[in-house]
């Protein structure tokens, strides 16, 4: 199997900050990687799709890249709507544990 | 527009069996592979299985093979996943998905 590994677990930031996630696969999975957004009580929400590209109806302050076994998610300049947790996901099975984003 | 929508979700004792189904609209169901991943209270995503677009290959997560089944109606537009021989630790929201496109969830509780 596939082990996603992603950090930071937790990030502490500021309205304005640009922040980075990292996901670390354990093999090659070419650009088959998505990122999603999940808030409390809610289903995720995909932000990038196959490494790169940005979801229907996503701002574009959020951007993803990489491919083989390293990936980031980037937020350029995070809004309140974004402090969520956040996951990175090998098409379309193992996940990797979650970044919880919060306000500083 | 792909919509994804389970029902069957209950509470039920351990050892207990539940079927959860996935009904499916806004796409050709039967070009997609079909996947069903779960969220344990407080926890994080996991994959639980998928299935591919003819039914003849199956996945699963190791804590679940030989007591859930995933299955398939192409004619009807939807997935299945069969869960026998229920544990507490498989309390969870069970999510239908198919690629990057989720339905909204189901609650399984397993409890005495």
């Known amino acids: 199997d596939i082990q996603m590994t992603q950090s930071p677990s937790t990030l502490s930031a500021s309205v304005g900050d640009r922040v980075t996630i990292t996901c670390r696969a354990s093999?090659?999975?070419?650009?088959?990687l998505a990122w999603y957004q999940q808030k409390p009580g809610k289903a995720p929400k995909v932000l990038i799709y196959?490494?790169?590209n940005l979801g229907t109806g996503v701002p574009s302050r959020f951007s993803g890249s990489g491919s083989g076994t390293e990936f980031t998610l980037t937020i350029s300049s995070l809004q309140p709507d974004d402090f969520a947790t956040y996951y990175c996901?090998?098409?379309?099975?193992?996940f990797g544990q979650g970044t919880k984003l919060e306000i500083k | 527009e792909v919509q994804l929508v389970e029902s069957g979700g209950d509470l039920v004792q351990p050892g207990g069996s539940l079927r959860l189904s996935c009904a499916a609209s806004?796409?050709?169901?039967?070009?997609?592979?079909m996947s069903w991943v779960r969220q344990a209270p407080g926890k994080g995503l996991e994959w639980v299985a998928n299935i591919n677009q003819d039914g003849s290959e199956k996945s699963y997560l190791d804590s679940v093979r030989g007591r859930f089944t995933i299955s398939r109606d192409n004619a009807e537009n939807s997935v299945y996943l069969q869960m026998n021989s229920l544990r507490v630790e498989d309390t969870a929201m069970y999510y239908c998905a198919r690629d990057v496109f989720w339905g909204q969830g189901i609650m399984v509780t397993v409890s005495s």
């Open positions: 806004g796409f050709t169901f039967g070009s997609f592979w």
């Open positions: 196959e490494a790169s």
């Open positions: 093999q090659s999975i070419s650009n088959w």
């Open positions: 996901q090998e098409y379309s099975r193992f």
